[in-house]
């Protein structure tokens, strides 16, 4: 009789659990399809056709110039010292150029990565806001299908990888508010957005702050990890201005 009650219980518990481990499944099989399509679209053809414009092009020739004088910490245009331009990107292509000989295609590789990467951070921000089975999928799925959003991952400028760290730090936020400590992988998110595309970064760091007001989740502001991530997002531009100057 005992071992015929732990039967049924032990079937009851897999009956209930079947499902939730069917739709986890067939969700990670979503995923994966859709970001095998994206990698397709962003990588199949992009040793393709020139850099698009000026932009591309200066970013690209600036690199080109960071690894001919060995000095990571001058921007260079044309031989002349470029303070205009935040350094992170540049260090990217310029990394991606060390890897693939300076070309168009790898002035591209670096924006199309992390455009990749703002496709699967969306897709875990869906999965932090909803516990819906669709809603990650569906909106992985609109980034791809989004024409403007691939066509500038494609593109050797800053737009898409400001969105990543941009994004990233919306994220690592939502993570903060289980787990302190990603509020502080937030604050490097927003400081890194900073060092590529200067006084933008600083959007998200105000737009979380003010979410927090607006959602009365007034602990948070006095949390020690949330006020380290605050003070990285301003000391890491603040840290390579003091060390060009």
């Known amino acids: 009789m005992i071992f015929g009650s732990v039967a049924r219980a032990t079937a009851y518990s897999q009956a209930h659990r079947s499902p939730t481990i069917a ?17 397709g679209i962003l990588f199949a053809n992009l040793h393709k056709g020139d850099l698009s414009g000026y932009d591309d092009a200066a970013y690209a020739h600036e690199a080109k110039q960071l690894l001919a004088t060995g000095d990571w910490w001058n921007i260079r245009l044309n031989g002349n010292l470029d303070f205009d331009k935040p350094p992170i990107f540049v260090w990217m292509e310029a990394i991606s150029f060390s890897i693939f000989g300076p070309s168009d295609f790898a002035a591209k590789v670096p924006s199309a990565l992390l455009g990749f990467g703002v496709i699967i951070l969306v897709y875990l921000i869906a999965r932090e806001i909803r516990e819906e089975f669709w809603s990650p999928v569906v909106a992985m799925l609109i980034m791809v299908t989004t024409q403007y959003f691939m066509k ?19 994220y690592f936020y939502l993570r903060g508010l289980k787990e302190p400590e990603y509020f502080i992988v937030c604050g490097i998110a927003a400081g890194l957005a900073t060092l590529i595309r200067s006084p933008m970064g600083i959007i998200v760091v105000g737009i979380l702050g003010t979410l927090l007001v607006v959602t009365r989740k007034f602990r948070v502001l006095r949390e020690s990890h949330f006020i380290s991530g605050f003070g990285l997002a301003l000391l890491l531009p603040l840290l390579r201005i003091e060390l060009v100057f």
């Open 23 to 39: 739709a986890a499944g067939a969700r990670k099989i979503h995923f994966i399809i859709i970001a095998l399509i994206a990698l």
């Open 152 to 170: 500038y991952a494609m593109h050797a400028m800053t737009c898409v990888p400001f969105t990543f760290f941009f994004v990233a730090a919306i």
